[in-house]
Structure formats: structure tokens, C-alpha cells
């Protein structure tokens, strides 16, 4: 970044300085250690635990409709084996997504462990960016004067310090006041997955988001034919359960799946846009300008999703790969 930059008024309203002074380190711990270098990363909100088993047992649930009131009573084996596979192996992977968007450690692309277990940012010769936090979350509290006079900052750079958290945080980060750390690439804070979305787990929040519509689309469409085949065999033939009970389950599991597929289809779009355009959600709400390279919509989904297109895109257990290109190039 240059002395250009700092006109805007985005840059005016945050604590911006060369001088390690000025940005009162002594007021900054050093970061906690990290003896475990493979701890999950895992937030402990009351809220978003709350959505997250909310979000299991209302799979559980589907699960339960699915198998037990409309696919063991049915006459073709055939179509119970078929849906009955397709639905769970869905449901598997919707669950999949929803623990890698939850429990990724942001983290983990930032700092490699040293010998005596104090953080270490990897970074490449004369990247500031990479040395505050190349990706994912900021490390915390590392606003250090020792750490800011590592930085050698040439003249014309600036770096920016959060009073929340005490960090130096690159490009691109905001803080989160649930997970309180700051996040690069932050799009939004979702309660459902009880983390938020970033830059390390976005692929998996879309993974998540994408497997749960296909399975309310599933689900709603065997609700159809089950009350079809109901209408036209007596209904104490149609399930196990009585049909009152029938009945009840089926109008839950389809306000249910309707429900989640209009929320999750949206939502899904609104990250896919969001990809392709490269702005987060925080970025597009409070319109902030563009400082990095602009790319092609397919290198956008390249740089979440990892290069090159495979099918690794669509499973929630291979971790992007981003090494080949960087995809925070900035325009100075």
C-alpha cells in the first residue's frame, strides 16, 4: 500500500502509524502459546452451540421421516435403496461440511510452531501482508514492539492495529466480536455453524449450505410421492405408524425442508456471488474500496475452492489447495 491509499475515509477512522511507539505495544500480551498445534479449533458461544445440535437433531429428524415413515414401508425395494442411498449419503455430506466449517482452525495457514511453541508467522521476504496473518484468523495480541519493529516497514506502508484484539491485522480483516479475534476475509458470523465464515472455510460453509437444500429438495419431493401413494392405498398400509402420526410427520419434515431450502438456496447464492465478485459480505455492507487485484470469476472459485477443478470441490474432507497463486495480490 502506498501514502495514496490513505486518503479514503476508510483509512482515516482506523488507528493507521509507522512508529511502533505510537501504537502503545506495551498495552499488548504476547500471544498464548500453542502447545498442541493440531487443537481443534472450536468457539465456545452458548448461541451458536445451540444452532449447531439444533442443526443435527433437525437432520436426525429428516433422517428418522425419511427411512422410517416413508422408505421401509415401501412395496419397491428398489426405490427405497435408491432414495434411502442418496438421501443419507447427502445427509452425510451436508453433516461433513457443517463440522470442517465449524471446527476449522483459521489459524492453521497463519503460524507454524517454533521450537519453544511461540507462534511463528510464515511469511515470504518482504510480505507484510503474510507477516500479520496470511490468512484466516489474525493471531492475537500480537501487536508487540517487537513484533511491529520486525516488520521493517518501508516508508510509504502503514499497518493497523485492532484495539479489540491487540493485533496488527492485515488487508481485509475485521474483528468478530463473537469469536473475538480478527478474521481475514470475514464474510459474516453464522450462528448455525457456530464460526465464522473466512477465508479457510468458506468452501465448506458453501459445501454445507449447498448439501442441505439438495436434501430439502429430496426430502420434499419423496413427501409428494408418499402422500400420492397414500391417497390411493388404505393409509394403515402406506406406513408403521398410525396415520395421524403419518400425517404429522410428513407436514413437519415438509415445512421443514421448505423452510431450509429456500434459506440455504439464498444463502448459497448470496456466497457464490460473493465469491465471484471476491467482496465479502462485511466488504459489500459497509462498501468499502478495493485495494487488491481484481481476478476472473473462475480464479475466484479457484482460490476458495482450490486449484485445479477437480472433483475435490464437492467433498468437505479435501482442504483446498492455494498454492498456486496468491490470491491477495494488492494493487499499489
Keep these: 500500500m502506498t501514502h495514496g491509499s490513505m486518503g479514503s475515509p476508510a483509512h482515516r477512522c482506523r488507528d493507521i502509524e509507522r512508529q511502533a511507539g505510537y501504537l502503545q505495544p506495551e498495552h499488548c500480551a504476547p500471544p498464548p502459546p500453542r502447545t498442541l498445534p493440531d487443537t481443534m479449533w472450536f468457539i465456545r458461544d452458548g448461541c451458536g452451540i445451540a444452532c449447531s445440535i439444533i442443526t443435527w437433531l433437525l437432520v436426525f429428524y429428516a433422517e428418522f421421516v425419511v427411512v422410517f415413515v416413508m422408505l421401509l414401508p415401501s412395496k419397491s425395494l428398489a426405490y427405497s435403496l435408491v432414495n434411502g442411498a442418496l438421501f443419507n449419503g447427502l445427509a452425510f455430506l451436508a453433516l461433513a461440511s457443517h463440522f470442517r466449517a465449524m471446527c476449522t482452525d483459521p489459524v492453521s495457514l497463519s503460524l507454524e510452531q517454533s521450537g519453544d511453541h511461540s507462534p511463528e508467522v510464515r511469511f515470504e521476504p518482504g510480505s507484510l501482508k503474510s507477516k500479520c496473518g496470511g490468512s484466516g484468523a489474525v493471531p492475537k495480541g500480537n501487536a508487540t514492539k517487537e513484533f511491529i519493529e520486525s516488520l521493517q516497514l518501508k516508508p510509504g506502508q502503514v499497518v493497523y492495529k485492532c484495539p479489540k484484539c491487540c493485533s496488527i491485522k492485515p488487508d481485509r480483516a475485521h474483528h468478530c466480536s463473537v469469536c473475538k479475534r480478527c478474521i481475514r476475509k470475514m464474510d459474516h458470523h453464522c450462528p448455525w455453524v457456530n464460526n465464522c465464515v ?104 479457484k482460490v476458495v475452492f482450490g486449484h485445479p477443478f477437480s472433483i475435490a470441490w464437492l467433498s468437505p474432507f479435501a482442504a483446498p489447495d492455494h498454492g498456486k497463486a496468491d490470491p491477495y495480490q494488492y494493487v499499489v
Design 198 to 301: 473466512g477465508e479457510n472455510n468458506q468452501k465448506y460453509f458453501v459445501l454445507f449450505t449447498m448439501y442441505i437444500a439438495l436434501i430439502s429438495l429430496h426430502a420434499l419431493i419423496m413427501v409428494a410421492f408418499h402422500f400420492m401413494f397414500c391417497f390411493e392405498e388404505d393409509w394403515t398400509k402406506c406406513s408403521t405408524f398410525s396415520p395421524p402420526a403419518t400425517v404429522i410427520l410428513l407436514i413437519l419434515l415438509c415445512f421443514e425442508g421448505l423452510l431450509f431450502l429456500i434459506f440455504t438456496s439464498v444463502m448459497f447464492g448470496t456466497q457464490v456471488h460473493s465469491i465471484c465478485t471476491d467482496e465479502t459480505g462485511i466488504e459489500q455492507l459497509k462498501k468499502e474500496e478495493r485495494r487488491w487485484a481484481k481476478k476472473t470469476k473462475w480464479m475466484n472459485m
